[in-house]
Structures are given as structure tokens and as C-alpha cells.
């Protein structure tokens, strides 16, 4: 039977599998891979502090990701098929790894996040 998400290490698995999936799709891998470079060093931590606080709440997140996305969306545009396959990756890696009411909680803001950044930024 999998697991709940109960810590850190289960939240930075959650999300070193999802970006292993993101840079490998069609869709999503050439933003990170060629539009905005990212320097995954500094990324994936920055990640997990946002995953963390989302999840368990613990305040260790204080960056501004609309504010992020507007920029990347002013640079190269962002559409609502990238936003889809963003949640359908994170869904399925969530799946695939954990069960439980904190896997739950993790699709549910993902679904949120998501909703709110595609309105604000594409009015869509
Ligand atoms: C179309 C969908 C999306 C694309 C293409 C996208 C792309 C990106 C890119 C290129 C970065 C910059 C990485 C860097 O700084 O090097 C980033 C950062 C980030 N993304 Fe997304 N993103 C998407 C959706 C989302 C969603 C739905 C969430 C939240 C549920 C999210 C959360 C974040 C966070 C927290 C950061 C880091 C912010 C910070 O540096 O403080 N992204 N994203």
C-alpha cells in the first residue's frame, strides 16, 4: 500500500519526480529546458520550501511565484494547454507515489494555484 506524505524527504521525492517528468514532455521540458533556462540547483530547494509550506504549513516560503509567472508569461507566453499538462503531471506523480489526505491536500492547491495564476495571467 503507498504512503501519505509525512515530511521533507517525502515532499522533495514528490518533487524531484515531477520535474524529471516535466524536462522530458513535449510540452512543458522546452520552457525549462531552453525558454528559461533553470538552474535547478537553486530551484528544486526553493521548491520544496513552497511544497513544504503548502502542505505542512511551516512559513518556510516567502517568494511571490504570480509575480514569477507574470514575468516568464510577459517573456515567452504561457497558454492553458502548458497549465494542463503542469497539473496533469502533478497529479499523476502524486498518484503514482502517495495516497492519503495530505496527497490530497497537494492536488487540491496544485488545482488552485493553478486556476487562480491561468485567470490572473490569461484571463482564461
Ligand atoms: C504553465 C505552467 C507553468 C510553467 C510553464 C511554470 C514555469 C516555471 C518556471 C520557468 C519557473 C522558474 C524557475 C527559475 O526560477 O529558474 C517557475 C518557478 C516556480 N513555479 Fe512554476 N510554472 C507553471 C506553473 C506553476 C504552478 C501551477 C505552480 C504552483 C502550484 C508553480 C510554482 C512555482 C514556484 C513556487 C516557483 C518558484 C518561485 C520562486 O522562485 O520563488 N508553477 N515556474
Redesign the pocket.
Known sequence: MKMDITDATDIANLINTFYDKVKEDEI?GP??NVQ?P??WQV?LP??YR?WENAIFYTGGYT?N?MA??AH?HKKIG?EAK??ER?LKLFNETTDELFEGEKAELAKER?LS??RV?QQKLLNA
Open positions: 512543458l520552457i525549462f528559461i533553470v538552474n530551484h526553493v521548491m513552497f517568494g511565484p514569477l509567472h516568464i504561457l502548458q497549465f503542469w496544485a494555484i493553478a495564476m
